[in-house]
């Protein structure tokens, strides 16, 4: 008697445990978008698609399909801009717009695994990839002198691209905007946890079609500053293309590629080099400390005019507050312009 109670007891529990998790898939579960469906809000005018093809560190070529937006006039002055984590191109539209009427020429790139653009065939991704993207991309469109920005993840593509590939065959890096950007060999940054759940592919691959939009808002309110509004319509961008059809599993499944350079010797090239660099901090940035801002300028031998950090705004600036961000932007560029 007292062992089918047991029994009974232990049944129960497990119907229960059962239970709860489909309560939960029910409530958290959200199936992927395919790249069609999202074209007809976030495919825009000035939007293209390139199928790159990027040697292995074997020397053997691997396939990507990326999506950019090319606008302004041929023979401007080029500026690149490159995401971070979790985001897409969109979120230097603003920038765009102000950059276009000071006559500037922006490519923004959907870096692999994000946005519209689509994984690399062999299913291997690395900082070195997605640089030779961007340069693949700018050798297309016979583009051979840029200034390159980029904002967290973004930021540690631009300064590998231009360590790599400044006065390299011709090609110049006329300058190097670093905003809230990820510093060599850095260990730390992004949602506390995340990456220590995501870390396990059987759990990460469960745990990628749980992105319910109110998650999603939240980690965002977590992104931005105290001084800016995160808008209904942000929030719907970023809950969008994180849910096209691949790209939540490769941010999971994708292979990290194993020679991966990105010390603070490619901090000494740019150094070198003499390429101009403001750095651009949120003070409020939860995910990257505004401590990395005096470690960029350290490194890079920058002066206190060439780093900026904003009072009550967190890790993506130029997103929360594009007017005062672009101004800034703005004066760099125009400084240096040719």
Not at 23 to 44: C, G, K, P, Q, W
Request: aromatic residues 8%; negative net charge; hydrophobic residues 45%.
């Amino acid at each position: 008697m007292k062992k089918h109670k047991i029994i009974r007891v232990l049944l129960g529990l497990v119907i229960a445990v059962v239970g709860l998790l489909l309560v939960t898939v029910v409530i958290m579960y959200r199936a992927d978008l395919s790249r069609e469906e999202l074209e007809a809000e976030y495919f825009t005018e000035e939007s293209h698609y390139l199928t790159a093809a990027i040697d292995d560190l074997d020397g053997n070529p691997v396939s990507i399909s990326v999506h950019y937006t090319d606008a302004g006039a041929i023979g401007d002055p080029v500026v690149v801009l490159l995401h971070g984590m979790f985001s897409s191109s969109h979120t230097f539209d603003a920038w765009t717009e102000t950059l276009l009427e000071s006559g500037y020429r922006v490519i923004a790139i959907d870096l692999p695994n994000h946005g519209l653009t689509g994984n690399f065939s062999d299913n291997t991704g690395s900082t070195r990839r997605s640089a030779a993207v961007v340069k693949y991309l700018l050798d297309e469109l016979d583009v051979t002198a840029c200034t390159i920005g980029g904002n967290s993840m973004g930021g540690g593509v631009a300064w590998h691209f231009a360590s790599a590939y400044h006065d390299v065959d011709g090609f110049s890096v006329e300058g190097l905007v670093l905003i809230d950007a990820v510093y060599p060999d850095m260990t730390d940054g992004g949602p506390a946890g995340l990456t220590v759940l995501l870390s396990h592919p059987w759990l990460g691959r469960f745990l990628s079609k749980m992105t319910p939009r109110f998650l999603l808002k939240r980690i965002l309110s977590d992104v931005y500053g105290s001084t800016s509004t995160l808008s209904e319509s942000t929030v719907d961008r970023y809950y969008d293309l994180l849910r096209k059809e691949g790209n939540r599993e490769a941010l999971i499944l994708t292979v990290r590629e194993s020679a991966e350079d990105d010390g603070l010797e490619r901090l000494d090239v740019i150094l070198a080099a003499e390429i101009p660099v403001p750095v651009l901090w949120g003070a409020e940035d939860r995910w990257i400390s505004a401590d990395y801002a005096s470690l960029f300028q350290s490194a890079l031998g920058l002066s206190d005019e060439d780093v900026i950090v904003y009072a009550g705004l967190g890790h993506v600036p130029m997103e929360e507050d594009p007017e005062s961000t672009a101004i800034d932007l703005i004066r760099f560029l125009d400084a240096h312009r040719g």
